[in-house]
């Protein structure tokens, strides 16, 4: 019974440890953190631990790839659509299209695992017209 009690114990610690955000060190720029606004007028909260899109939808982020220009995070439970999934958010940095900074893809958004949303999609950062799975990038300006 003894050794019941404890797997069961071991098998929960386990699934909760697998629950656990896994972040790296990278220092997040500073230009890809606040409020934003796109050009749909959805606004946007974004720092190291959350992506928001306003009024509903939250994105717990996992880890940032600053190199490589991503962020793999795990959809709130309570967004409207692909609660508890993971998605891949690609973003890029814009030059000479004031007043829009930066941009981001929902590369994948539907992902059963955190793995799988990192390594299924890449945005094609050398079109930002259609380089999001044939839609432009959304455009960023910060607000306050």
């Given at each position: 019974m003894q050794k019941l009690a404890f797997m069961i114990l071991f098998?929960?610690?386990?699934?909760?440890?697998?629950?656990k955000p896994i972040r790296n060190n990278e220092k997040v720029p500073a230009?890809?953190?606040?409020?934003f606004v796109d050009d749909y007028g959805i606004r946007y909260t974004v720092n190291d631990t959350l992506f928001i899109q306003y009024p509903r939808t939250k994105y717990h982020v996992i880890r940032w790839n600053v190199k490589d220009r991503y962020i793999?995070?795990?959809n709130d439970d309570q967004n409207p659509g692909e609660g508890g999934l993971y998605t891949r958010i690609d973003y890029m940095q814009?030059?000479?299209?004031?007043?829009w900074k930066w941009g981001f893809c929902l590369s994948v958004?539907?992902?059963?695992?955190?793995q799988i949303?990192?390594?299924t999609a890449k945005a094609d950062r050398q079109n930002p017209k259609k380089g999001c799975n044939g839609?432009?990038?959304s455009r960023m300006k910060r607000v306050e």
């Open positions: 098998l929960s610690m386990i699934s909760i440890g697998d629950k230009m890809f953190k606040g409020n793999v995070a795990r814009f030059s000479n299209m004031e007043p958004y539907d992902a059963k695992t955190d949303a990192e390594t839609f432009p990038f």
